[in-house]
């Protein structure tokens, strides 16, 4: 390839070249016959001027020989060959001739230029003479006298100085046209050398440019055209870097955005190829890098399959719940259509809001309100069947009546504890008391619930005692901390049977903390119930609670007013090994204030 220098180099040549060629094709011809007429005008000049010098010694009849002498001398002077042609076609005098060679010489009354001139009174020609075998220009014009035509005065010359006059004119014009072209050839390089240096700069920058070094700077300062394309170049790479950072700002911005969503985000182009998807929806649904992968092998679930290819289809919002066994989760879907690259379909874009929570927290409530009815349900239905009896006659019977009446009071006084307790775990989800925290010492509250148990224990009679461990005093609610003890000295008597140990244990926990313990060796709870033995109404043996007197609503209480407090409580339990539950309380630097 040429670079640009060679290519105005080439241009520059083949102009001056151009000319060249035209210069020789246009003046070549007219120099030669420029050359030609001159040299015909001045024979015909020659050629009267000899018609008037031998026309008087014509008239006169002066032999042919001392016309000869005349033509001769004349001839001389112009150095041209003369003919006098007599009126008969006879030669009379030439200059290249003389005596018997002049009488040998054939009949000139044919000659082209010697008819022209008796007929028109001019005659040229331009042939080979047969006279001197050479390529001649003749020029002949009559010699009149007196109104007589006595002959045709004729003047001969070579061509070959012609041709050889035109000949160098027009070397001297190709050796001017090649010197120009030399010139040309010079100048174009020596103007096109101060460019090449701006334009390879230009060219590396620009290549700079195109590799993404938006950075670089064009140092051309010209005033002229180049100057102005550097300036340019340099302008646009600077807007470029602009928009380029413009862009990366808003993506990062998007990216924080999607990044801090809880709700996943998902968005697929228009062939289904997904293009964002944010760390929540990665995390939420254990995908693994799905950029760039078809929705479908990415998410497996047909029913977010057909919200996407719904959006897809119809460009229409749609919002729908659906399940994910796999994991176990709840979605509410909301896909809606985005626009596509310039000339492309639009894609979708759909949010993925987990409603696992609020799905449980709804049958929870549900799951509540039919468990509260069903406890209620069951002591009424005994009371109204005890209410009934005496109506029907018991109330006579005074024996029956004493011991119905003795039952309606149990019923109603489980009733009253179940509504007890409900109201306070309502008190308690609903945040209305605050505890009333104060430092205290986890040991005499244990001392004291051991001891507000002992008559029940002794009389099951289980041993209930307090191993003091050496509990760091910890800022809690000593009233809730009361409840919580009783509550599980109260389990751990109730379900320990006779002859069992309950121990209440206070000691030092993990950072300050303060742990309660309350262990039996009773029966024990079976690893499937664990999980869910903090629940509302969740009983192990329902039967045997009910006969104890239990709602079912204890450890449940007992979980609130812990995390109420910062704290929590745990369960170890083994079935026949008995249980230990364990209450941790934050030490000071981690209690709430
Ligand atoms: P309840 O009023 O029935 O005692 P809780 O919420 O206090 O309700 O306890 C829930 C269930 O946990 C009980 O029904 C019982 O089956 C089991 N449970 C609680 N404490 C003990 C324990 N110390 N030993 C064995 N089982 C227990």
Redesign the pocket.
Known sequence: MLGLRGRMALVALAASFGALVAVLLLAGPRLREQAMKQARDGLLAEARLMARVVAEPMSRGIADAALDATVDAAAREIRARATIVARDGRVAADSALSGAELQAVDNHGTRPEVIEALQRGVGVSVRPSATVSRTLLYAAVPINHDGRTLGVARVALSLDGVEAEARALQQAILAAAALAFVIAAALSALLSAPLVGPLREIMQKAREFAAGHLDARIAVDRRDELGELARILNLSSERLRERLEENARDRARTDAILSAMEDGVLAVDARGVVVVANRALQAGLGLESPLGRHYLEVIRQPEVGAVIEHVLRSGERRQEEVEIQRLRRAYALSGVSFPGPAGQAPGAVLTFHDVTERRRLDRIRRDFVANASHELRTPLTSIRGFVEALEDGALQDEQNAGRFLGKIRTHADRMATLVEDLLELSRLESGQQAPVLDEVPCAEVADDVVASFAALAARKPVSLVHEDRGAPPVVTDADRLRRIVE?LVD??VK?TPENGHVIVRTRPGEAGAAVVEVE?D????AAEHLPR?FERF????KAR?RELG???????IVKHLAEGMGGSVAVASEPGRG?CFSVTLPGRATTRA
């Open positions: 509550a389990n751990a379900y039996d009773g029966p024990g709870i033995i969740y009983r192990v043996d609670s239990g709602t079912g609503l204890g450890l449940s249980s």
